[in-house]
């Protein structure tokens, strides 16, 4: 069985400095790995998502993700954040050989004046 | 503009109703799913369609229901049984089950009074 775990339920940051949200994973079989953003009572829109290839994969928005396989991890990096991305952020995984995304709890990102 | 429409955006009910909350996609994606969203517990799938006439119980399907009688229509329906019915519901597409990438629509949020 697959399983996400996001390790920060809330990040506290201010403006124009750098953040990373970390997402790790259980899998027994080859991902696909997503990140999703989520505005206050909106629906989720992708950011990035690892399919294969280069591991550092570049997003939306300015942010970036890495994939790394021997520690079954997909953190979410951004050099320097916005008012404007304090949002909820869910990482998500995908087996390369089914259909059924398994989602993360979600980070709750603020972004301080 | 493509997307996913959810309908109505909110929604109060009383204990005993069945409800019926609406999505259509005009993307052209053979896939079709619900979530429910609980603070705290990421997005969980209710039910999900690969193809028209054609529908499977995801991880929470109790007290739900579903039908896909058309490519672009999937209307969940929230019934009595459902124990906890209040929580914020999400319906997603995907072109189909082999590619990872969600598509969701804003959502519709459900209390029960």
């Known amino acids: 069985a697959q399983s996400v775990t996001q390790l920060d339920s809330q990040v506290p940051v201010f403006e124009e400095a750098p953040v990373e949200l970390r997402c790790n994973y259980s899998s027994s079989v080859s991902v696909y790995l997503f990140w999703y953003v989520q505005y206050p009572n909106q629906g989720l829109q992708l950011l990035l998502k690892y399919l294969s290839g280069s591991t550092l994969v570049k997003g939306i928005n300015g942010f970036e993700a890495e994939f790394n396989k021997s520690q079954t991890s997909f953190h979410l990096r951004k050099p320097s954040v916005h008012i404007s991305d304090t949002a909820e952020y869910f990482c998500a995984v995908m087996n390369t050989g089914g259909f059924k995304t398994i989602f993360g709890a979600g980070t709750r990102l603020f972004v301080k004046a | 503009d493509g997307g996913i429409t959810q309908s109505p955006k909110y929604l109060f009910r009383k204990e005993g109703q069945n409800v019926t909350l609406s999505c259509e996609q005009n993307?052209?994606?053979?896939?079709m799913y619900w979530y429910r969203q609980d603070p705290g517990q990421g997005l969980r799938l209710i039910y999900y369609s690969q193809i028209v006439n054609d529908f499977q119980k995801g991880d929470i399907a109790e007290g739900y229901s579903v039908s896909r009688e058309k490519k672009e229509s999937f209307p969940l329906t929230v019934t009595s049984a459902q124990k906890n019915p209040t929580a914020f519901y999400l319906c997603a597409s995907s072109i189909d089950f082999s590619v990872g990438e969600l598509f969701f629509g804003e959502g519709s949020r459900l209390t029960v009074l």
């Open positions: 993307l052209n994606h053979d896939a």
